[in-house]
Antibody, heavy 126, light 110 residues
Framework: EVQLVESGGGLVKPGGSLRLSCAVSSVTVSVAWVSWVRQAPGKGLEWVGRIKSKTDGGTAQYAAPVKGRFTISRDDSENTVHLQMNSLRSEDTAVYYC?????????????????WGQGTLVTVSS | QSVLTQPPSASETPGQRVTISCSGSSSNIGSYTVNWYQQLPGTAPKLLIYSDYRRPSGVPDRFSGSKSGTSASLAISGLQSEDEADYYCATWDDSLDGRVFGGGTKLTVL
């Protein structure tokens, strides 16, 4: 069973930075496409961005509200995906989830949202 | 304002059938498949339907999805109290070059 575990959330001041991590098990991160999704308090789901597998180019795509401020990367040695968040704003306050995106892991197809982490809360406030 | 439009709420009595709509455009639903998610309070979303109508293993066949043109629907039959949750549709959008979610529908089982 695929498992994703986020960490790194916390309280940060506006303009500050934070790095979230998503530890993945049962799937090699180098072949995985992983998305980040956030949910502001009392609000709906919002896609933040995703990173493609190494074999598919390894590049990342971002939603407009975070483009230029957030960076998604992968650490194959730790089987982890990171979300580096810079220039944080109050509107970035949310629970951040990592989730599988659509990809073939060599055995099965995984779909966007097949597996989710438990979420980590990021609060941007002075 | 979400790119995909869902009714903010829906309600029905146990045992009945409810349908939740998701309206989009040619740049999203009209061109890509739709997924549906269920989110119970305080928990991560769960994939209910993918590729418009397919169910992951373990999802009861009470849940079904359909799509026509630029709209998609999630139907839940034989409503149970545990179906009370928020439901979201999602797909890819060419104009935004990213994934998009509907605003979510809060389902109340009366």
């Amino acid at each position: 069973e695929v498992q994703l575990v986020e960490s790194g959330g916390g309280l940060v001041k506006p303009g500050g930075s934070l790095r979230l991590s998503c530890a993945v098990s049962s799937v090699t991160v180098s072949v995985a496409w992983v998305s980040w999704v956030r949910q502001a308090p009392g609000k709906g789901l919002e896609w933040v961005g995703r990173i493609k597998s190494k074999t598919d180019g390894g590049t990342a795509q971002y939603a407009a509200p975070v483009k230029g401020r957030f960076t998604i990367s992968r650490d194959d040695s730790e089987n982890t995906v990171h979300l580096q968040m810079n220039s944080l704003r109050s509107e970035d306050t949310a629970v951040y989830y990592c989730t599988t995106d659509d990809f073939w892991d060599g055995v099965r197809w995984l779909r966007f949202g097949d597996y989710w982490g438990q979420g980590t809360l990021v609060t941007v406030s002075s | 304002q979400s790119v995909l439009t869902q009714p903010p709420s829906a309600s029905e009595t146990p045992g009945q059938r409810v349908t939740i709509s998701c309206s989009g455009s040619s740049s999203n639903i009209g061109s890509y498949t739709v997924n549906w998610y269920q989110q119970l309070p305080g928990t991560a979303p769960k994939l209910l339907i993918y590729s418009d109508y397919r169910r992951p293993s373990g999802v009861p066949d009470r849940f079904s999805g359909s799509k026509s043109g630029t709209s998609a629907s999630l139907a839940i039959s034989g409503l149970q109290s545990e179906d009370e949750a928020d439901y979201y549709c999602a797909t890819w959008d060419d104009s935004l070059d990213g994934r998009v979610f509907g605003g979510g529908t809060k389902l109340t089982v009366l």
